[in-house]
C-alpha cells in the first residue's frame, strides 16, 4: 500500500469540495482550482477529508494512487494557504523591479529581461535583490520561479546569478598559474 496514497487529505476550515465523476473542484479563500483525475482511482469525500483509494496493486495503479493524493493535497493547501518561491540574486548590478505587473530583470545582458507573469501568479520585489512568485496552484509557482532563474543561473567561481532562497551553491577555486 503507497504510504502517501493511504493518508487521508484533511479539509481545512473555509474550503468547500466538490466531486463529480474523476473531476475535483476545491474553493477556499484563496481562490479556486479544479482537475480531472484518473478514472481508475477511486475518490471520496468523507466527513473532512478525502480518501484516495486504488483497484488493484498494478504498477500503473500504484503510480496514480500517491501522484493523484499528493495533487489532490496541493490544490487543498493551496487554497488556503498558497504556496511561495523566494529567490536571490548575487552580483554587482544585479537588479529586479516591478513595471506594472511585468518584473524587469537586469542580469549582465546588454538589456533588460522582462518577464511576464502567468495567470494566477504574483510576483513581488523586495529591495531589488530579493523576488517573490506567490500563488495558488502549486506547479505554476514552480515554473514560473524556474523560469526567472533559468535568465541567469548561478555561475560556480564568483557565486553571480540568481539562486533560491537557501540554495547552496558549490563554489570551485578559480584557475591557478602554474607550470
Do not use: W
Request: hydrophobic share 35%; glycine share 12%; aromatic share 4%.
Amino acid at each position: 500500500m503507497s504510504r502517501i496514497g493511504k493518508l487521508p487529505v484533511p479539509i481545512p476550515a473555509g474550503v468547500q469540495c466538490a466531486l463529480k465523476d474523476s473531476h475535483l473542484k476545491v474553493t477556499g479563500p484563496k481562490g479556486a482550482l479544479e482537475a480531472s483525475f484518473a478514472p481508475a482511482i477511486t475518490i471520496k469525500i468523507v466527513d473532512d477529508a478525502i480518501d484516495v483509494s486504488r483497484p488493484t496493486d498494478k504498477i500503473e495503479h500504484r503510480a496514480l494512487h500517491g501522484l493523484t493524493r499528493a495533487l489532490i493535497n496541493n490544490m487543498v493547501v493551496g487554497v488556503s494557504e498558497g504556496y511561495r518561491k523566494t529567490l536571490r540574486i548575487e552580483g554587482t548590478g544585479y537588479r529586479a523591479s516591478i513595471q506594472g505587473k511585468n518584473l524587469n530583470v537586469q542580469v549582465g545582458y546588454s538589456h533588460p529581461v522582462i518577464v511576464t507573469p502567468r495567470d494566477g501568479i504574483t510576483i513581488e520585489v523586495e529591495g531589488n535583490q530579493t523576488i517573490h512568485v506567490s500563488g495558488i496552484d502549486k506547479q505554476r509557482v514552480g515554473q514560473t520561479a524556474a523560469e526567472i532563474r533559468k535568465l541567469r543561473p548561478v555561475e560556480p567561481y564568483k557565486g553571480k546569478g540568481i539562486r533560491y532562497q537557501g540554495e547552496y551553491v558549490l563554489r570551485k577555486e578559480s584557475k591557478s598559474g602554474g607550470a
